[in-house]
């Protein structure tokens, strides 16, 4: 069997193109473990199909008028939106309703883990990092501040590691602090306090 026969080519395009460019987008917006290339041929010709069934009025309308024939360039138009452009549409909106606190009952929510959940948001934070032995870091998560993301093992870089006081509370960054990275197979907790710069965190 040629792929790249005239007829195998364009079946492949239609089929195969638009429901991979969701697959992609999708896997941009909610990052996710890696699937088998052979399953992602069968779920990028199931979101093909999907993408066609929302677009069946259009094309239904475009077919009976003959529009291929009397609006060639408008028809044009319509294949390469229905090829590229409306997966794109389709991944943003299926990620959208996933998101949506109404439907968490029925559907999954897009972010798979609390870590993507809360880091994503790009928010900044004080945080007391707590360990298995029970030692602390406590430093600001900033705008230079970073947090992996899935599927990448979760790690965080604080920006500036700061000294707690006796109550818990920030008292100072420590001497020259250019941050920390930490790993999260030696973490038992993570708390978050909201971010008042003049205040300088938790007192």
């Not at 970073?146 to 920030?170: C, M, R």
Request: hydrophobic letters at 40%; aromatic letters at 16%; charged letters at 20%.
């Amino acid at each position: 069997m040629d792929i790249w026969e005239t007829n195998k080519l364009v079946l492949f395009i239609v089929f195969v193109i638009p429901g991979f460019i969701s697959i992609k987008v999708h896997g941009l917006l909610s990052p996710g473990e890696p699937k088998d290339s052979s399953k992602q041929v069968i779920d990028a010709v199931t979101y093909s199909c999907i993408n066609y069934a929302l677009l069946s009025w259009a094309i239904y309308f475009l077919a009976i008028n003959n529009w291929s024939l009397t609006h060639q360039y408008f028809y044009a138009g319509f294949c390469l939106f229905a090829l590229f452009v409306f997966p794109v549409i389709t991944a943003y909106g299926w990620n959208w309703l996933r998101s949506i606190q109404l439907l968490q009952n029925s559907i999954p929510h897009p972010t798979g883990k609390p870590w993507d959940y809360v880091f994503k948001q790009r928010r900044p934070y004080w945080v007391i990092v707590t360990f298995k032995n029970g030692s602390k870091v406590a430093g600001r998560y900033g705008e230079r501040s970073f947090a992996s993301s899935s599927p990448q093992k979760e790690q965080i870089y604080l920006e500036e590691t700061w000294v707690l006081n006796e109550d818990g509370g920030f008292d100072r960054p420590t001497c020259q602090t250019a941050g920390v990275i930490i790993t999260a197979d030696d973490i038992t907790s993570v708390e978050l306090l909201e971010y008042y710069p003049k205040e300088g965190g938790r007192k």
